[in-house]
T-cell receptor, first 114, second 113 residues
Framework: KAGVTQTPRYLIKTRGQQVTLSCSPI?????VSWYQQTPGQGLQFLFE???????NKGNFPGRFSGRQFSNSRSEMNVSTLELGDSALYLC?????????????FGDGTRLSIL | AQSVAQPEDQVNVAEGNPLTVKCTYS??????LFWYVQYPNRGLQFLLK??????LVKGSYGFEAEFNKSQTSFHLKKPSALVSDSALYFC???????????FGKGTRLHILP
Protein backbone atom coordinates (compact mmCIF):
# COMPACT_ATOMS: atom_id res chain seq x y z
CA LYS A 1 0.00 0.00 0.00
CA ALA A 2 1.42 3.38 -0.97
CA GLY A 3 2.30 5.73 1.87
CA VAL A 4 1.44 9.38 2.37
CA THR A 5 2.77 11.46 -0.50
CA GLN A 6 3.61 15.13 -0.17
CA THR A 7 4.51 17.39 -3.06
CA PRO A 8 6.70 19.18 -3.67
CA ARG A 9 9.54 18.00 -1.39
CA TYR A 10 11.34 21.34 -1.52
CA LEU A 11 10.13 24.83 -2.24
CA ILE A 12 11.78 28.24 -2.23
CA LYS A 13 9.65 31.37 -2.11
CA THR A 14 10.11 35.03 -1.32
CA ARG A 15 8.33 37.14 1.26
CA GLY A 16 4.82 38.18 0.30
CA GLN A 17 4.23 35.29 -2.08
CA GLN A 18 1.76 32.53 -1.49
CA VAL A 19 2.25 28.77 -1.65
CA THR A 20 0.12 25.63 -1.95
CA LEU A 21 1.30 22.28 -0.62
CA SER A 22 -0.31 18.99 -1.52
CA CYS A 23 -0.86 15.77 0.41
CA SER A 24 -2.19 12.45 -0.85
CA PRO A 25 -3.16 10.21 2.07
CA ILE A 26 -3.03 6.45 2.28
CA UNK A 27 -5.91 4.91 0.39
CA UNK A 28 -8.95 4.58 2.65
CA UNK A 29 -7.75 7.15 5.19
CA UNK A 30 -10.28 9.90 5.75
CA UNK A 31 -8.43 12.04 8.29
CA VAL A 32 -5.62 14.32 7.17
CA SER A 33 -3.65 16.54 9.54
CA TRP A 34 -1.00 19.17 8.87
CA TYR A 35 1.93 20.15 11.08
CA GLN A 36 4.67 22.75 10.99
CA GLN A 37 8.06 21.67 12.28
CA THR A 38 10.85 24.12 13.11
CA PRO A 39 13.98 23.76 15.25
CA GLY A 40 12.80 26.45 17.64
CA GLN A 41 9.11 25.62 18.04
CA GLY A 42 9.16 21.90 17.42
CA LEU A 43 6.13 20.16 15.97
CA GLN A 44 3.05 22.36 15.89
CA PHE A 45 -0.43 21.31 14.84
CA LEU A 46 -2.02 23.36 12.06
CA PHE A 47 -5.37 21.68 11.31
CA GLU A 48 -7.13 18.40 10.70
CA UNK A 49 -9.67 17.51 8.05
CA UNK A 50 -12.06 14.57 8.08
CA UNK A 51 -14.39 13.86 5.19
CA UNK A 52 -13.82 17.34 3.73
CA UNK A 53 -14.61 19.14 7.02
CA UNK A 54 -12.11 20.89 9.23
CA UNK A 55 -12.46 19.21 12.62
CA ASN A 56 -9.60 20.69 14.61
CA LYS A 57 -7.50 23.78 14.25
CA GLY A 58 -4.28 24.93 15.86
CA ASN A 59 -3.20 28.43 16.83
CA PHE A 60 -1.99 29.78 13.52
CA PRO A 61 -2.99 33.02 11.78
CA GLY A 62 -5.59 33.07 9.06
CA ARG A 63 -2.84 33.16 6.44
CA PHE A 64 -2.69 29.41 6.90
CA SER A 65 -5.63 27.58 5.37
CA GLY A 66 -6.42 24.16 4.06
CA ARG A 67 -8.98 22.03 2.38
CA GLN A 68 -9.76 18.43 1.70
CA PHE A 69 -11.26 17.01 -1.45
CA SER A 70 -13.77 14.20 -1.85
CA ASN A 71 -10.95 11.73 -2.55
CA SER A 72 -9.35 12.73 0.80
CA ARG A 73 -6.44 14.49 -0.84
CA SER A 74 -5.63 17.68 0.98
CA GLU A 75 -3.97 20.99 0.22
CA MET A 76 -2.53 23.60 2.51
CA ASN A 77 -2.16 27.23 1.49
CA VAL A 78 -0.07 29.93 3.06
CA SER A 79 -0.57 33.47 1.85
CA THR A 80 1.64 36.53 2.30
CA LEU A 81 4.65 34.47 3.24
CA GLU A 82 6.91 35.65 6.05
CA LEU A 83 10.48 34.66 6.85
CA GLY A 84 9.21 32.82 9.92
CA ASP A 85 7.16 30.49 7.75
CA SER A 86 10.33 28.67 6.75
CA ALA A 87 9.79 25.17 8.06
CA LEU A 88 9.19 21.52 7.31
CA TYR A 89 5.47 21.02 6.70
CA LEU A 90 4.28 17.53 7.47
CA CYS A 91 1.05 15.87 6.48
CA UNK A 92 -0.33 12.82 8.26
CA UNK A 93 -3.26 10.59 7.51
CA UNK A 94 -5.22 8.09 9.57
CA UNK A 95 -8.39 6.09 9.39
CA UNK A 96 -9.81 8.47 11.98
CA UNK A 97 -12.74 7.86 14.28
CA UNK A 98 -11.91 7.40 17.92
CA UNK A 99 -8.37 8.56 18.55
CA UNK A 100 -6.74 5.13 18.71
CA UNK A 101 -5.53 4.94 15.12
CA UNK A 102 -1.89 5.95 14.62
CA UNK A 103 -1.03 8.67 12.17
CA UNK A 104 1.00 7.95 9.06
CA PHE A 105 3.28 10.76 8.00
CA GLY A 106 4.64 11.85 4.67
CA ASP A 107 8.25 13.00 4.36
CA GLY A 108 7.21 16.62 4.28
CA THR A 109 7.67 19.71 2.20
CA ARG A 110 10.61 21.86 3.18
CA LEU A 111 9.65 25.47 2.58
CA SER A 112 12.34 28.14 2.54
CA ILE A 113 11.44 31.82 2.48
CA LEU A 114 14.02 34.25 1.15
CA ALA B 1 -5.97 21.03 28.76
CA GLN B 2 -4.12 18.02 27.46
CA SER B 3 -0.35 18.15 27.45
CA VAL B 4 2.63 15.90 26.93
CA ALA B 5 6.03 16.49 28.52
CA GLN B 6 9.32 15.05 27.39
CA PRO B 7 11.66 16.38 30.06
CA GLU B 8 14.92 15.62 28.24
CA ASP B 9 15.91 17.46 25.08
CA GLN B 10 18.68 14.93 24.48
CA VAL B 11 19.64 11.50 25.76
CA ASN B 12 23.06 9.94 25.19
CA VAL B 13 23.52 6.19 25.55
CA ALA B 14 26.41 3.89 24.72
CA GLU B 15 25.72 1.22 22.13
CA GLY B 16 24.62 -2.02 23.78
CA ASN B 17 23.33 -0.30 26.91
CA PRO B 18 19.64 -0.07 27.78
CA LEU B 19 17.91 3.17 26.87
CA THR B 20 14.95 5.06 28.28
CA VAL B 21 13.22 8.09 26.80
CA LYS B 22 10.83 9.69 29.25
CA CYS B 23 7.28 10.91 28.68
CA THR B 24 4.61 12.15 31.07
CA TYR B 25 1.14 13.31 30.17
CA SER B 26 -1.70 15.32 31.59
CA UNK B 27 -5.24 14.63 30.36
CA UNK B 28 -8.74 14.93 31.77
CA UNK B 29 -9.88 11.48 30.64
CA UNK B 30 -8.56 8.12 29.52
CA UNK B 31 -5.66 8.51 27.10
CA UNK B 32 -4.37 6.68 24.12
CA LEU B 33 -0.58 7.00 24.06
CA PHE B 34 1.83 6.78 21.15
CA TRP B 35 5.53 6.91 20.35
CA TYR B 36 6.88 8.06 17.01
CA VAL B 37 10.42 8.28 15.64
CA GLN B 38 11.80 10.74 13.10
CA TYR B 39 14.98 10.20 11.10
CA PRO B 40 16.71 13.11 9.32
CA ASN B 41 14.78 14.56 6.40
CA ARG B 42 11.92 12.13 6.95
CA GLY B 43 8.45 12.25 8.41
CA LEU B 44 7.51 10.67 11.70
CA GLN B 45 7.14 6.89 11.88
CA PHE B 46 4.77 5.14 14.27
CA LEU B 47 6.58 2.92 16.80
CA LEU B 48 3.96 1.70 19.26
CA LYS B 49 0.77 2.60 21.08
CA UNK B 50 -1.08 1.94 24.31
CA UNK B 51 -4.83 1.58 23.99
CA UNK B 52 -5.90 -0.66 26.85
CA UNK B 53 -4.95 -3.88 28.59
CA UNK B 54 -1.37 -4.90 29.35
CA UNK B 55 0.63 -1.92 30.57
CA LEU B 56 3.74 -3.09 28.70
CA VAL B 57 3.42 -2.66 24.96
CA LYS B 58 5.91 -3.81 22.38
CA GLY B 59 6.56 -2.11 19.08
CA SER B 60 8.84 -1.86 16.10
CA TYR B 61 12.65 -2.26 16.15
CA GLY B 62 12.69 -3.88 19.61
CA PHE B 63 11.21 -0.89 21.42
CA GLU B 64 8.71 -1.18 24.23
CA ALA B 65 6.91 1.23 26.52
CA GLU B 66 5.27 0.95 29.90
CA PHE B 67 2.04 2.73 30.71
CA ASN B 68 1.94 3.85 34.35
CA LYS B 69 -1.41 5.38 35.23
CA SER B 70 -0.49 6.47 38.75
CA GLN B 71 2.60 8.32 37.53
CA THR B 72 0.94 9.41 34.27
CA SER B 73 3.99 8.23 32.39
CA PHE B 74 4.67 6.30 29.22
CA HIS B 75 8.45 5.86 28.99
CA LEU B 76 10.02 4.33 25.90
CA LYS B 77 12.61 1.63 26.49
CA LYS B 78 14.93 -0.73 24.66
CA PRO B 79 17.14 -3.34 26.32
CA SER B 80 20.16 -2.87 24.05
CA ALA B 81 20.69 0.31 22.03
CA LEU B 82 21.95 0.36 18.44
CA VAL B 83 23.71 3.24 16.71
CA SER B 84 20.88 3.15 14.16
CA ASP B 85 18.43 4.06 16.96
CA SER B 86 19.84 7.60 16.92
CA ALA B 87 16.91 9.81 15.95
CA LEU B 88 14.29 12.23 17.27
CA TYR B 89 11.55 10.60 19.36
CA PHE B 90 8.09 12.00 19.99
CA CYS B 91 5.54 10.98 22.57
CA UNK B 92 1.89 11.76 21.79
CA UNK B 93 -1.55 11.47 23.38
CA UNK B 94 -5.17 11.45 22.23
CA UNK B 95 -8.36 11.14 24.20
CA UNK B 96 -10.85 8.38 23.55
CA UNK B 97 -13.31 9.52 20.94
CA UNK B 98 -11.19 12.47 19.82
CA UNK B 99 -8.71 12.29 16.96
CA UNK B 100 -6.88 15.45 18.02
CA UNK B 101 -3.34 14.36 18.87
CA UNK B 102 -0.99 16.27 21.13
CA PHE B 103 2.75 15.77 20.62
CA GLY B 104 5.58 16.32 23.05
CA LYS B 105 8.46 18.53 21.94
CA GLY B 106 10.66 15.57 21.14
CA THR B 107 13.81 13.99 22.58
CA ARG B 108 16.93 13.57 20.51
CA LEU B 109 18.53 10.19 21.17
CA HIS B 110 22.24 9.76 20.49
CA ILE B 111 23.67 6.26 20.60
CA LEU B 112 27.43 6.40 20.95
CA PRO B 113 29.49 3.66 19.28
Amino acid sequence: KAGVTQTPRYLIKTRGQQVTLSCSPISGHRSVSWYQQTPGQGLQFLFEYFSETQRNKGNFPGRFSGRQFSNSRSEMNVSTLELGDSALYLCASSLGGGGYQPQHFGDGTRLSIL
Amino acid sequence: AQSVAQPEDQVNVAEGNPLTVKCTYSVSGNPYLFWYVQYPNRGLQFLLKYITGDNLVKGSYGFEAEFNKSQTSFHLKKPSALVSDSALYFCAVTLRGDDKIIFGKGTRLHILP
